[in-house]
T-cell receptor, first 111, second 113 residues
């Protein structure tokens, strides 16, 4: 497809793991990113992964990259109510500095 | 400051008026980006500055939109003769010369009445 695709909504219970999935378009993208946006706020860079890596772990966050399928996922362990936000996947297409974003996944964490 | 600073945080204007939005990047960052976030279009790239190179203006939606970056630091995005469809959140990001890690400001919410 032409767009970076994400599911629109995910609901989990507090303490469970959340997995947010993304399909990107450019197999040559150097970096792939996850940003978090809370209501009324800008985009907070959560983590990014370099294209020569399969996995990156940072505290409660685990990023998995499957270059063959152009699939990126973000796992949040022990999800908390403060994790409720919109999560954007983004890619850095070949030859461009501008990022291409998905439409965002709204994560709702229920107590 | 420690992060990307944008002003104003909110701007309400009347259709047909001009507006200027300001971005102060992270100190030392040579790359600066403007994006627009609207309900219908998601996050769209507008323009990119890198040092003294000519900017990449490929994302600007019309000739009513322009941007400049003075002294390699502060940038101003100008929208002339605003239209209702210009209503959106305008986000600025900055990054270092190498790599492509972009850090965003809180944005300016523009409402055109």
């Amino acid at each position: 497809g032409e767009d970076v695709e994400q599911s629109l909504f995910l609901s989990v219970r507090e303490g469970d793991s959340s997995v947010i999935n993304c399909t990107y378009t450019d197999s040559s993208s150097t970096y792939l990113y996850w940003y978090k946006q809370e209501p009324g706020a800008g985009l907070q860079l959560l983590t990014y992964i370099f294209s020569n890596m399969d996995m990156k772990q940072d505290q409660r966050l685990t990023v998995l990259l499957n270059k063959k399928d152009k699939h990126l996922s973000l796992r949040i362990a022990d999800t908390q109510t403060g994790d409720s936000a919109i999560y954007f996947c983004a890619e850095s297409p070949t030859g461009r500095r501008a990022l291409t974003f998905g439409s965002g996944t709204r994560l709702q964490v229920q107590p | 400051g420690a992060g990307v600073s944008q002003s104003p945080s909110n701007k309400v204007t009347e259709k047909g008026k001009d507006v200027e939005l300001r971005c102060d990047p992270i100190s030392g960052h040579t790359a600066l980006y403007w994006y627009r976030q609207s309900l219908g279009q998601g996050l769209e790239f507008l323009i990119y500055f890198q040092g003294n190179s000519a900017p990449d203006k490929s994302g600007l939606p019309s000739d009513r939109f322009s941007a400049e970056r003075t002294g390699g630091s502060v940038s101003t995005l100008t929208i002339q003769r605003t239209q209702q469809e210009d209503s959106a959140v305008y986000l600025c990001a900055s990054g270092a010369t190498s790599g492509n890690i972009q850090y965003f400001g809180a944005g300016t919410r523009l409402s055109v009445l």
